[in-house]
């Protein structure tokens, strides 16, 4: 009966919220609003412009000056310190940008080091909407030091993708009262329509001596100041150069050595090629091709201490699937997605598996249209996993004026033979679909989101579907959001990841050893819910109060609750960026099935539990050179104690290196006969940058959890843009017995970005 209820409530919010939002006039708050009030021209340069820092290029004189930047974060409403002037021009190749930051001669600067700690040092950020439909668009930010960012933006889950990486320049050089920086972006790395001469614009400015976060329109403290419903306008007093002949041809080659002693394999050196295109179809829709791919230059992951009876979801770090990767990855909700990239070209422990080829074609057909079409290629590793076929569709269709219908197509096709056809049917295939209608409104405070998603195998015909459902508001002081959805026992995600649908379990003896173990498919339904309200004073040495209360609701398929846990904590920012934050956690498990966290022979039975956990946590300010964060968390955990001690200590020698320590101890106690245990994870990390164009970062990780060690260290040299070589050493020992060694390799790549 409760349950009924709870889905009643949510269902009546969700069309209250729905019909509000159908009510509101867009010409009120950003959108329309903002793109007549701030508006930037833009024309065509004659003059050579040489990107150095320096704007005194007669080109910078004539162009119109965008000033007087709005204060965002962490409070809207205070004057700002130091103001920002922007300046913009183009010619036959290129969209140049020019930027003045009034400031001091010192610097907060991270690192220089690409695409790293980009909101934590001085820095300027472009971002740019060449479709003008507030539906994707694209990052470029440049620190004091002249090391780079860049994302791509979509607005529906108000994403920022960090890990896309193209071609564009920059230089910035230091004044006493002033720093500068020019960027020259080639009209081939950007997707848009030439006809087009109304682009969405925005400018971001990272003050971090003062603590101030600026953009050139007014964007609300309760929303990133990237967000693509406050962008501004730039016009084009002559419409930007049509791109001819856009084609990026990226070959590589990697060779080295690797031991494999859990193997008994003898020392082996290996030496392979391969090769990526990408090739502009329309000005707005791109073609990536790939060869024989190879990704070894993707960092290791980062390892955590898993608590909990289910799987870890990683980030997807190769660079094939980046872009317009919220086209396939954005569906479904944290614990079920669809389509996860990382079940492509990799097994459950990341190993690799040969990818063969693969294409994917993405990008806009219109201003109402975006579509994706990608399949790939995988060689057989052994016989539980044959040559398989990955092939994805999807599009977006643009309602309203920042909503979503979307849909998907997914396929897995495994080439199997008879035999192993018949020994593992279920293996054969697996594919999806679904479809998902997501609405905001203009301003952006208000959504709401509906889904239903079909899974299809051999020999299942029921019980293999999800159900999703949501709204949420972001308000400036008070935030919400709640989201149920409902996944059947025979749902499958082959090309997806889902949480909880697989349990791990085991089989006891009668005095409760472990005999084996196996696992259990069971659905379940839920429903989360997340409330804030944040207190923001205009003076003083606090930024932000915040309260907040997180509840969680999960039933088994008999209708039984299975969890229920409820979260409230608080947290206290500092203007010096230092934060304190308290918290309280009550958990009710209903466990269906053995389970164990320890090294212990015995499982922990099936049964209710209840407990309740403490925590605090602080982290000084990172401006400082050295900077840390402490956090302390105890209480019930099943049927014993659990007492988690953790602190990540940082040193910046500005800018060239980072030095850090991050250790976490969690003493698990639970009742005899079912064990304890100490779960260590250390890890040391060294980064050395010699310029903005060579790295160097070891790192270390002991974790005793998953019984490794392993070291890896890379060094990265970024020869030409988007052209690297790459050097890595990666080795792997047990921690019991300790540092007896799994496997090591030493390999290197050298890829080349050639455009045509």
Request: hydrophobic share 35%; aromatic share 16%; proline share 4%.
């Amino acid at each position: 009966m409760c349950f009924r209820i709870s889905i009643y409530t949510l269902l009546s919010t969700f069309t209250i919220a729905v019909n509000t939002l159908a009510q509101e006039k867009p010409e009120q708050i950003g959108g329309v609003a903002y793109q007549e009030k701030y508006q930037h021209s833009i024309r065509k340069t004659k003059k050579p412009i040489a990107i150095d820092g320096d704007l005194s290029d007669a080109a910078w004189q004539e162009a119109s000056v965008s000033k007087n930047f709005a204060p965002h974060w962490p409070q809207d409403n205070v004057p700002l310190k130091r103001d920002t002037e922007v300046r913009m021009t183009f010619d036959d190749r290129f969209l140049y940008v020019g930027v003045v930051c009034r400031d001091t001669n010192t610097y907060v600067i991270q690192t220089l080091k690409r695409d790293a700690s980009f909101w934590d040092s001085d820095a300027f950020g472009l971002i740019l909407d060449p479709i003008n439909e507030r539906t994707n668009g694209f990052f470029f930010g440049v620190n004091a030091a002249n090391a780079q960012w860049d994302g791509l933006l979509t607005f529906v889950s108000d994403d920022l993708n960090g890990s896309w990486d193209n071609k564009w320049y920059s230089q910035t050089k230091l004044y006493d009262t002033y720093w500068t920086v020019e960027i020259a972006i080639p009209f081939k790395t950007l997707r848009y329509d030439p006809s087009k001469t109304k682009w969405g614009i925005n400018f971001e400015r990272n003050d971090l001596k003062n603590n101030q976060y600026s953009t050139w329109t007014f964007v609300p403290v309760n929303f990133n100041g990237y967000d693509l419903g406050y962008t501004g306008s730039l016009l084009w007093e002559e419409a930007p150069p049509a791109v001819k002949g856009n084609v990026s041809l990226i070959p590589y080659i990697t060779g080295g050595s690797s031991h494999d002693h859990l193997a008994d394999k003898p020392t082996q050196g290996t030496l392979n090629g391969g090769l990526d295109a990408k090739i502009a179809v329309t000005p707005s829709l791109n073609l990536d091709l790939t060869v024989n791919p190879d990704f070894s230059q993707i960092e290791v992951d980062r390892q955590v201490t898993n608590l909990t009876r289910f799987s870890i979801f990683f980030p997807e770090r190769r660079t094939f699937f980046l872009e317009n990767d919220d086209l396939f990855s954005g569906y479904g909700s944290a614990p079920f997605r669809p389509f996860f990239s990382r079940s492509v070209g990799l097994d459950r422990n990341a190993q690799p598996i040969r990818i063969l080829g693969g294409l994917r074609l993405s990008g806009n057909l219109d201003k109402h249209w975006r579509v994706g079409l990608m399949t790939m290629q995988t060689a057989a590793k052994d016989s539980l996993t044959p040559a398989q076929n990955f092939t994805a569709f999807s599009f977006n269709r643009k309602i309203f004026k920042r909503s979503l219908i979307k849909g998907y197509a997914l396929n897995r096709q495994g080439f199997m033979t008879e035999s192993e056809r018949k020994a593992n049917p279920r293996n054969e295939y697996g594919r999806n679909q679904g479809l998902e209608f997501t609405y905001s409104n203009v301003k952006g405070d208000l959504s709401a989101w509906a889904g239903y998603h079909l899974s299809q195998k051999p020999g299942i015909s029921k019980n293999n579907d999800v159900k999703q459902l949501g709204f949420g508001y972001s308000g400036r002081n008070l935030s919400f959001f709640a989201d149920y959805f409902g996944i059947g026992t025979n749902y499958y995600a082959d090309m997806g990841f889902l949480n909880r649908i697989e349990n791990a379990t085991f089989r006891l003896d009668q005095f409760g050893k472990i005999q084996s173990d196996t696992t259990i498919r069971l659905g379940y339904q839920q429903i989360y819910s997340e409330t804030e309200y944040t207190i923001r004073p205009k003076k003083g040495k606090v930024n932000m109060h915040t309260f907040g209360a997180e509840t969680f609701l999960l039933w088994n398929p008999n209708g039984a609750l299975g969890e229920h846990s409820t979260s409230l904590q608080y947290s206290i920012q500092f203007q010096n960026t230092s934060n304190f934050q308290v918290r309280y956690d009550y958990n009710f498990v209903n466990a269906l099935f053995p389970f164990t966290f320890t090294d212990s022979e015995y499982a922990l039975p099936a049964n209710h539990y209840q407990y309740g956990q403490y925590s605090a946590t602080y982290s000084s300010d990172y401006r400082k050179k050295f900077y840390y964060t402490a956090s302390f968390r105890a209480g019930g955990f099943y049927n014993g104690t659990l007492q988690q001690y953790s602190v990540e200590m940082n040193y910046r020698a500005q800018p060239w290196g980072n030095f850090s320590m991050a250790f976490e101890q969690n003493d698990i106690n639970l009742l005899n006969p079912y064990g304890t245990d100490r779960l260590l994870l250390i890890s040391p990390r060294v980064e050395v940058n010699f310029s903005t164009n060579i790295f160097w970062t070891t790192f270390l990780q002991f974790n005793t959890q998953r019984n490794n060690f392993n070291v890896n260290s890379r060094l990265q040299w970024r020869y030409k843009p988007m052209s690297d070589f790459f050097l890595v050493y990666t080795d792997n020992y047990y921690t019991d017995p300790l540092f007896r060694n799994k496997n090591r390799a030493i390999v290197f790549k050298l890829n080349f970005w050639l455009t045509v």
